[in-house]
Each structure stands twice: as C-alpha cells, then as structure tokens.
C-alpha cells in the first residue's frame, strides 16, 4: 500500500513546486543543498574524524590495492589466455620442429598462416606490442608488432623462463625506442610429448596501457603513488616519474618489509625523507607487488580546515547560494524566451531568419539544433526541386539511350543485306561479326562469360581483321576437354593478344602468321595459351620499354588485361608472355575455374 501512495505524492509535491517560478525553485535547490551538506559534514568530522581518519585510510586504501590486484590479475590472464591460444596452435605446433629444415617460401607461408590465424586476436589485444615466437635454439620464427628488441635481451628470457620452476615468465623489457615493456615468456611443449621444448613465444605488452588499464586513474590521495615490482623488488610499472622503471626503489625501507613480516599490512616508512603509510597487495599469477605510498601530511590535512572556518562557510555559502541562483535564472529564461520567439516565426513560415551565434551549452546547443534543421529544411525543398528536374532529364537520356543501340543494329542489318544483295560475301561476313562484337560490348553487361562466347567473339575479330589482312594469319583453337568451353573468363581477355600476333607478328617474306589458342584445366587454374610462329622479339629490350599494345576494337591492351585479371582475382592470375626472336611469341593466361553454378576455386 505504500508503494501506491508514494508515487501520487510524489506527483503532488511536483505539482506544488510547478506553481512556484523557475527563479524561487532554484534558490531554493541552492541553498537546501549547499548548507545542509555542509553542516552536516562540518559536525561529522569533528566527532568522528579526529580518531578514525588513520585506520580508515588504511582501510580504503588497502580495499582499493585489493580491486586493484584484481584487476591486474584479469589484466594479466588475458595474455596467459593468448600464450595458451598461441602455443596449442596446429600451424606452431607442426612447423616449429622442422623450421629448420624448410626452404624460405615454406618459412614464409608459414609464418603468413601463423599471422592469418592470429594476428586478429592477438590486435584484439589493444595493448599488445609485439608477439615473438622463437624455436628452441632462438632462431626467431614469427615477429607481429610495431618495434625491434635485442636479441641479447629475448635469449636472456628464454634462459630465465628454462631456469624457473614454472612456465610463465614475468619481466621488465626496454624497447628500442626506450619505451617501457613487460614481457610474458613461456615454453612451447610439444603437444604429444610434454617433455620436449619445441619453442618459445614472449608476448611484450605496452606499460603505459597496461598501468592504464589497470590503476593509473587510481587516487589515494594527493602526493599518493602507486607502483608495482616483482619478486625482487625491480619496478615494473609506474606511473610516477620519481619511480624509475627497471631498477630497484626504496628496497630496505619498503620493499624488504613488503616480502617480510609486514606483508599484506599498512605501516609507515621514510621514503625520500617523506613519511608515508605503506599499503601493499600482492599478485599472485605473476610473483608482483602492488605497492601504494600515502604521504602522512594528506592524511592528517583535513583534520585541521574544519573546526576554524565552518560558521564563515556557512554564511559565504548562503550569500553565493543566492547569488548564483539568480545569475543561472537569467541565464535560462533569457535564451528561452528569444527561443519561443525564434519557433513561433518558424511555425508561420519565415524560415530566412536566424539567431545567430549562440552560447556552448544545453539551449545554445538547442538553438543550433534549431538553425541545422531550418537550413536542412531549406536544403530539402530545394533537393526536391532539383531531383524533379534531374528525374524529367533522366527519363528523357533513358529515351534516348534505347533508341541508340536500336538504330545502330538496324543500320548495320541493313547495310548486311546490301552487301549480301549486292554478292560482297566478305563484307557480309565482316558487318555481321561487327554487329555480334557491338552487340556483346553494349548490350551485354556481365564482365564473366563462358569461355566459348570468348571464343566466338574472337572469330567475329578475326572476321573483321581479314578484310583488312586476308589470308596473312590463320587462327586455330584446342581445348583439352570439352567442360572447358563452360568456364567463365572475363570478356575481350584474347582479342587484344591475337591481335598483337596479326599486326606485329608477320615476318619479311609475307608467310602466313599460324595463331593457335589452346586451353587445358591444371589443377586448379584454367590456362589458355595463344602462340605464334611470327617473327617475334626481343624480351630484354620489351621490358626496358614496358609498352603495351592497345587494342583498337575494344581500348584495351595486354598490360590491361593483365590489370583485369589481378584486381578480379588476385595477384596469383594474370598474363606471362615469351618470345624467341624468329620463332614465335607465346602468351599464357591463369585464370581460376569459375562455372555458371557458383563453383569456384580462387
């Protein structure tokens, strides 16, 4: 019954203050929340903070270390997660033992693997700085990351991980560039003999981020630090630049008392002629000490602020509550008002007026939101305009693109039949392939057709071409299996070659230039060889003039081709092309096996 009533008198009370103007509600917000909390605040610590504020700090500090060693823990697992991941990974496990044994391109591809496989979790990671992985004699197989580190330095934690009694070394790391590390090492075993090391990986993580992440934005309190150093005192993360990293500080006064009777316990210490209370946690996973030094004079500064001053505070807090309530009111009813008027334009139409440069907060933020919308407004009616106009024009070059091609075909059907009328068999021949080539470049869309439509467009080429050159070339074609015919290879990839062989082939003495294309399925890859038995070239001068011959039918040369293929299927297709100087040109196009029904194998 209770829960009924309160929320209704809750609605009242806010009724009640609604009929109350904004300038009396803040006033009185003002001084009901700045007095109340500071008498009550004032009359608390003079009762209870004179024997108490010691023990508590004490208290809160080692409760916030303990969160902290938590946090640092979870912090720590992640990369023992990823050493895990990594070590128990088939492509380490099989590849580490014989690394040795391989050639360079399998060293390569293996390492390619190892990163395809890994590198998106170990980036997941965002503090991870490098990820090493070395065999069993050091001999580094896979280096992800950003900076270089001695070998000096990785071998000197290869011999402490082999020296420790676990698998999970711990430790400080300098990169190159001078920046703080720390350094995860662990033994990869092989998988089917726990006894036998087969590597190591050392994952380096960043410092700073790691301090982040896990207590940089921790305060016990002004002057306060916080560090963190392992089993033998050396520092290995902190946030303080009086606390070097990689050394040893402060190690009789604080360290050695930390490890000894004094552990997981608050107590002062002289720390660079300061006292400070000592409050320590420590990290189990890792062999750390999270260690937080609170100087004495914070402690104890608060104790002496309040008892002298808390009658002028409340006065001052009075006089400035009012003050302030009122300078806020104008500030709110000011802008508001202008606002109201600025809408009550807007909703009649006017939408060329403006306010104007406004404040940075909440309302000036608003009147702009206001400004972007009207302009957003404008901006549309006159899109829509605009789009009506450029949909009239569009319908109209849709007409006209129709029309076009309509007029093209029929032109050349016409002029088929008069040569046909006329008994001019060749140019009959040579308008009805051109009318088939035309066809294909402007009505069809795909970039893939099946390997016999290629074909046939390059017997329409040749159609045309022997106009020009008669009986000087012949062209010939063989596939090594039928199924060949219905693979798909992107459109105009073999006119541009067998028209190189026709123009530049022919030898002095007028012979007939043979063009023999001929197609086999290797493997995985389709292959399509157009050989000549022409005049040929010499291949070192070709390459230092790296031309391409361009194709006049389609605009296209062989080093364009060549571009085709790789952007559509990767830089492992493509053309190659030899010739012997008066013996003939030979040019072979790797294509992967692509059919209608999806299947593909690139």
């Not at 009640?16 to 929340?33: E, G, M, N, P, V």
């Not at 990351?145 to 020296?163: C, R, S, T």
């Amino acid at each position: 019954m209770s829960q009924r009533f309160s929320l209704p008198s809750f609605r009242e009370a806010s009724s009640i203050l609604r009929q109350l103007s904004i300038k009396h509600r803040l006033i009185a917000a003002f001084l009901i929340t700045s007095l109340l909390p500071v008498a009550f605040v004032a009359i608390y610590s003079n009762v209870k903070y004179d024997s108490s504020i010691t023990n508590k700090i004490s208290a809160s500090s080692m409760q916030i270390l303990t969160e902290l060693n938590n946090n640092a823990a979870r912090e720590l697992s992640q990369y023992e997660t990823l050493s895990e991941t990594i070590i128990m990974n088939r492509s380490i496990q099989g590849g580490l033992p014989k690394f040795d044994t391989l050639s360079d391109y399998e060293k390569n591809e293996l390492k390619t693997q190892i990163n395809n496989e890994l590198g998106q979790q170990i980036f997941r990671l965002s503090n991870i700085s490098n990820v090493v992985i070395l065999t069993k004699d050091s001999q580094s197989v896979f280096d992800l990351g950003f900076e270089w580190y001695p070998d000096i330095e990785l071998n000197k934690m290869v011999e402490q991980v082999n020296a420790s009694s676990g698998n999970a070394l711990w430790t400080y790391l300098q990169s190159n560039r001078s920046a703080n590390r720390i350094a995860l090492t662990r033994a990869i075993y092989a998988e089917d003999n726990l006894n036998l090391i087969i590597g190591y990986v050392i994952i380096i993580i960043d410092e700073k981020v790691f301090s982040r992440n896990t207590y940089e934005q921790t305060d016990l309190g002004m002057g306060s630090r916080i560090y963190i150093s392992d089993s033998n005192g050396v520092v290995m993360s902190s946030i303080n630049k009086d606390i070097p990293h990689g050394l040893a500080f402060e190690g009789q006064a604080v360290f050695d008392k930390v490890t000894g009777d004094r552990r997981n316990e608050a107590f002062y210490a002289e720390v660079d002629g300061e006292k400070m209370l000592v409050v320590s946690s420590y990290i189990r996973s890792a062999e750390w000490y999270l260690i937080g030094l609170v100087p004495h004079s914070f402690i104890i500064a608060e104790l002496n602020d309040m008892r002298i001053d808390i009658v002028f505070i409340c006065i001052v807090t009075l006089l400035l509550s009012g003050i302030l309530a009122m300078w806020i009111y104008y500030s709110i009813h000011s802008p508001m008002r202008s606002l109201l008027q600025y809408a009550n334009q807007i909703r009649l139409g006017q939408l060329e007026t403006k306010l104007g440069k406004s404040e940075p907060d909440e309302m000036g933020k608003l009147t702009e939101t206001i400004d972007r919308m009207v302009e957003q407004l404008k901006n549309l009616i006159y899109q829509v305009e605009s789009e009506q106009q450029a949909k009239r024009e569009a319908e109209l070059k849709m007409l006209q693109a129709q029309i076009n091609p309509h007029f093209l075909f029929n032109t050349l059907n016409s002029l088929k039949w008069s040569a046909m009328m006329s008994g001019n068999e060749a140019v009959k021949q040579g308008i009805e392939s051109l009318s088939e080539l035309l066809r294909n470049t402007i009505l069809v869309k795909e970039e893939l057709v099946p390997l016999d439509v290629e074909i046939n467009n390059l017997l329409h080429y040749a159609t045309i071409q022997r106009i020009r050159y008669g009986d000087s070339f012949k062209l010939s074609f063989a596939m090594s299996d039928a199924e060949l015919y219905t693979y798909l290879v992107p459109k105009f990839i073999l006119q541009p070659i067998v028209e190189n062989s026709i123009l530049h082939a022919g030898t002095e003495d007028g012979s007939r230039v043979g063009i023999h294309v001929e197609g086999s399925k290797e493997g995985n890859f389709l292959k399509i060889r157009i050989a000549d038995d022409g005049k040929g070239f010499d291949m070192n001068e070709a390459n230092a003039r790296k031309s391409s011959t361009h194709s006049k039918l389609s605009g296209i040369g062989i080093t364009n081709v060549d571009e085709r293929i790789r952007i559509h299927f990767g830089k492992t297709y493509g053309l190659v092309t030899q010739s012997v100087l008066r013996e003939g040109t030979e040019t072979v196009i790797t294509l992967p096996i692509l059919t209608k029904d999806g299947q593909s194998h690139v």
